[in-house]
């Protein structure tokens, strides 16, 4: 078992590129989608349609 093990990997193969494009380059993320939201490594970057609730 390695550290990826441990990750809870978005299935969609696009959004794994998408969290890890913002993740190498700490860039911002603004998306609607619903899923985003749940990756704590995003916390800091992500602006997603629930402005007013944290980041889960």
Known sequence: ???FDK?????????????ATALHYQATLISFDAHFPRYQELNDLLISENLHEPNL
């Not at 990750?7 to 969290?19: A, E, S, T, Y």
């Open 7 to 19: 990750l809870k990997l978005p299935k969609d193969p696009q959004d794994r590129i998408i969290i």
């Open 1 to 3: 078992m390695n550290g």
